[in-house]
């Protein structure tokens, strides 16, 4: 007797809700195709939450969490975005209501122990027996996992040793990976075993998937664009698959809601009306300039100072999408200026590594490149700017009035978005302490409301 297992995933919705109503609408059509004796399964591969969306940062990602128990959602694991981009508090406490099972396999407190809202892997028994061991790894940005509490396993290592412990247990062995392409494609080698690599982080995607050895990898991009369904076939008398093959469903073809607008009207306000409370009032029109300095820029990189305490400050105008106008202050406000899932950083640099940096900020290309990821949710970079850190007409650089001294070292406050090497490489390996769970909107307020004190 031959079995088909159904499996419905995506990934890496980054709450871009516009797609979501038409994602839901399907999921839980196909849901009603099935009969009960069907085994079908439906997955979310992590970064669901993101909150640059209004929605998610208003309800903390819980909103997030209901859409999936609507949705039908059976099993899921976290990215980067539910893991590092919340307080250790507000993790711990984000899948409270969740209808459906939160399975990742590297992950624990400080101490060693697995947060009860984790399960390191799960056997799901379908109606006729077959056994579906899930396991689950989510991408090791150990630093940032220590800041705030938590300590990242690393991952293939740790599904090694779980797939070794439970494959004699199951009959199909699947991977819920927010570790990225390149990291799956190794885990095809070291882990063989594994049936099914359900990929992201990347925001790679598979049209018909991609077999290696015996692992067939499927990934839906990002943003909600396409739902992957991966069809097993399973022969009950030889006991082992038969075949596996994938396929994405394109969101925008699919069937619309006619209440689409309605949900996305009612989402928005439901974050807007959580985020009205006034956090802090501005004495003066702060207005925004991309390309640059400004006296939002102004402000922001004395705010930065003040809250990290370091020599002299960097960072790109571009992270300003709105001006802070003059009077009180919503979180609504401040998040619509400042959406960016981003925490200050201080790096420690000696002078003549920071000559280098200031160097290398001045490319031309820059202030006009569309960045996408590190954190940054805008659409410009923007002009580098700099407090405290100025070069005068012969290029020589003064760090708060006084000359740069070459072989000194001094401190940087900047984004951790700059921290992942891809601008100034030099950053990669520097000393670094990052500020966390504290947003860079969150210094604004925190400085607005000091200088509100002091007057």
Same mark, same amino acid.
């Given at each position: 007797m031959r079995e088909t297992i159904q499996i419905y995933h995506t990934n890496d919705i980054h709450s871009h809700l516009e797609n979501w109503p038409a994602i839901h609408q399907f999921l839980l059509e196909r849901h009603q195709s099935h009969g009960p004796n069907d085994s079908y399964l439906t997955l979310d591969i992590g970064d669901h939450i993101d909150r640059s969306n209004v929605f998610t940062e208003g309800t903390l990602g819980k909103g997030n969490v209901q859409l999936l128990n609507n949705a039908g959602y059976d099993y899921v694991t976290i990215g980067n975005n539910e893991g590092i981009t919340l307080s250790h508090e507000d993790l711990d406490t984000l899948y409270t209501c969740a209808n459906f099972e939160v399975i990742v396999?590297? $992950?624990?407190d400080l101490n060693g122990n697995i947060p009860s809202w984790v399960l390191p892997y799960k056997i799901h028994v379908t109606p006729t027996g077959i056994r579906i061991g899930i396991v689950g790894a989510t991408a090791d940005f150990g630093l940032y996992y220590e800041q705030l509490g938590w300590h990242i396993q690393q991952p293939i290592d740790r599904l090694k040793e779980i797939c070794k412990e439970i494959e004699k247990e199951v009959d199909v062995l699947i991977c819920l990976s927010h570790l990225g392409m390149s990291q799956d494609e190794i885990m095809t080698e070291?882990?063989?075993?594994?049936?099914?690599?359900?990929?992201?982080?990347? *925001?790679?995607? $598979?049209?018909e998937g991609k077999t290696i050895g015996n692992t067939l990898q499927a990934a839906a991009g990002?943003? &909600?664009?396409?739902?992957?369904?991966? !069809?097993?076939?399973?022969? *009950?008398?030889?006991?082992?698959?038969v075949s596996k093959r994938a396929m994405l469903h394109v969101t925008h073809t699919l069937p619309k809601p006619t209440d689409l607008d309605l949900k996305l009207k009612k989402w928005e306000? #439901?974050?807007?009306?959580? #985020?009205?409370?006034?956090?802090?009032?501005?004495?003066?029109?702060?207005?925004?300039?991309? $390309?640059?300095?400004?006296?939002?820029?102004? $402000?922001? &990189?004395?705010? #930065?100072?003040?809250? !990290?305490?370091?020599?002299?400050?960097?960072?790109?105008?571009?992270i300003f999408l709105t001006d802070l106008p003059k009077g009180p202050i919503t979180a609504s406000d401040?998040?619509?200026?400042?959406?960016?899932?981003?925490?200050?950083?201080?790096? !420690?640099? !000696?002078?003549?590594?920071?000559l280098e940096i200031v160097e290398l900020s001045k490319n031309e290309k820059?202030?006009?490149?569309?960045?996408?990821?590190? &954190?940054?949710?805008?659409?410009? #970079?923007?002009?580098?700017?700099?407090?405290?850190l100025i070069e005068d007409e012969q290029g020589d650089l003064f760090i708060g009035g006084e000359a740069l001294i070459l072989k000194k070292e001094y401190t940087l406050a900047t984004l951790d978005m700059f921290?992942?090497?891809?601008?100034?490489?030099?950053?990669?390996?520097a000393t670094k302490e990052y500020f966390m769970p504290e947003l860079i909107r969150d210094v604004v307020k925190w400085y607005g409301n000091r200088l509100l004190s002091q007057a």
């Open positions: 396999s590297n $992950f624990t070291r882990i063989p075993e594994i049936d099914l690599i359900l990929g992201s982080h990347t *925001h790679h995607f $598979f049209e990002k943003y &909600g664009a396409y739902v992957g369904q991966v !069809t097993i076939d399973y022969d *009950h008398v030889t006991k082992r698959i306000a #439901l974050g807007n009306e959580e #985020l009205a409370e006034t956090v802090l009032h501005n004495e003066a029109l702060l207005h925004k300039e991309w $390309f640059g300095p400004s006296d939002m820029s102004q $402000f922001f &990189g004395k705010a #930065l100072l003040a809250f !990290t305490k370091a020599d002299c400050a960097m960072f790109p105008a571009g401040l998040h619509r200026c400042l959406p960016h899932p981003i925490n200050p950083c201080v790096i !420690t640099l !000696t002078g003549a590594e920071l820059w202030p006009h490149l569309e960045v996408k990821g590190l &954190g940054f949710r805008g659409k410009y #970079l923007g002009a580098i700017i700099f407090e405290q921290t992942f090497g891809y601008f100034f490489p030099s950053f990669k390996f």
